[in-house]
């Protein structure tokens, strides 16, 4: 599932940005960095700036910087 129409899967997302999946969920669910849309079938799609957010999000968080 990628592409521009219906976005990246999580796991693409989680390859792309360096992210594991564990933490993107924990990352929605208890600070809600992100909202990605979902495919009709429930499954999340990371458009290019959702990713774009998670890449600068690794960064801040690999220099120490809290998500909260």
Do not use: C, N, Q
């Amino acid at each position: 599932m990628t592409g521009v129409a219906s976005g990246h899967s999580i796991a693409v997302a989680s390859r792309l940005s360096g992210v594991p999946i564990e933490t993107l969920r924990a990352w929605e669910r208890r600070f809600r960095v992100l909202v990605p849309k979902r495919t009709t079938g429930g499954y999340r799609a990371y458009s290019e700036a959702d990713l774009e957010v998670l890449r600068a999000l690794k960064k801040l968080t690999d220099r120490g910087v809290p998500i909260s």
